[in-house]
């Protein structure tokens, strides 16, 4: 019995690290196929790029309902939304490549940074972080309508807030998909939460790329 439950935790652990390398392997190629989006809609218009992200939305919706059916209909559902967010993305980046290339390195820098960190925390942690996610979740709501009421208010440094709360409401997000990442079982949902993790990297980047820019003004 105790061979036999030995043998079950070293498969568990198996499977864990299998999955873990699947995931980060999907988010790894999953950024490639954003840059070349990204290259690809540097001279295309605004747009098209909104376009691309509101066909790269139904991408994930998508990949909700094929993880079940066919992982490979998933993978290639993921690397369609990968190219599609760099479209989408690259009205901003060029914006950014243009008036100063720097912030984008510095950008991509405390991304990774902020990943990692967060991320290996979320995937040691043993207390459950479901209850952080839930309260990411609807931080994230509240700060998408904080997002809309700049566009018509102006608020002293309102951007700089918008972007450091951001960047709070992901370290959570970050946390409880790693986390995520380490409790689940199934290699067939290594597509889904490729996705995750890949937006919340590219969420913090934007994040970072406007106070740095602001920084940098």
């Known amino acids: 019995m105790y061979g036999s439950l030995a043998y079950q935790g070293y498969a568990a652990r198996d499977r864990t690290r299998t999955l873990f390398g699947q995931t980060m392997g999907l988010v790894a190629v999953t950024a490639g196929f954003f840059a070349l989006g990204a290259y690809a809609g ?14 790269a939305f139904l991408c994930l919706l998508a990949m909700n309902f094929t993880v079940r059916r066919s992982a490979a209909a998933s ?39 902020f990943v990692a960190a967060f991320g290996a925390a979320g995937y040691a942690a043993r207390r459950d972080l479901s209850w952080l996610r839930r309260i990411s979740f609807l931080a994230l709501i509240a700060l998408l309508i ?12 309102g951007s700089l807030i918008y972007a450091v709360i951001g960047l709070v409401v992901f370290a959570g997000l970050t946390m ?33 790329l406007r106070i740095f820019g602001r920084t940098s003004n």
Do not use: C, E, K, M
């Open 146 to 157: 904080f997002g809309i009421v700049l566009v018509f208010a102006r608020i002293p440094h």
């Open 42 to 55: 540097r001279n295309l218009s605004h747009g098209v790029a909104i376009g691309a992200y509101i066909v």
């Open 75 to 113: 993978t290639a559902l993921l690397f369609v939304f990968g190219v599609l967010i760099g479209v989408a993305t690259s009205p901003v980046l060029v914006y950014y490549a243009d008036t100063n290339p720097r912030i984008l390195w510095q950008a991509g820098g405390a991304t990774a940074l």
């Open 176 to 208: 409880a998909d790693f986390q995520r990442l380490r409790r689940s079982q199934g290699l067939s949902s290594a597509p889904l939460l490729a996705a995750s993790i890949f937006l919340d990297a590219l969420n913090v980047f934007l994040f970072f």
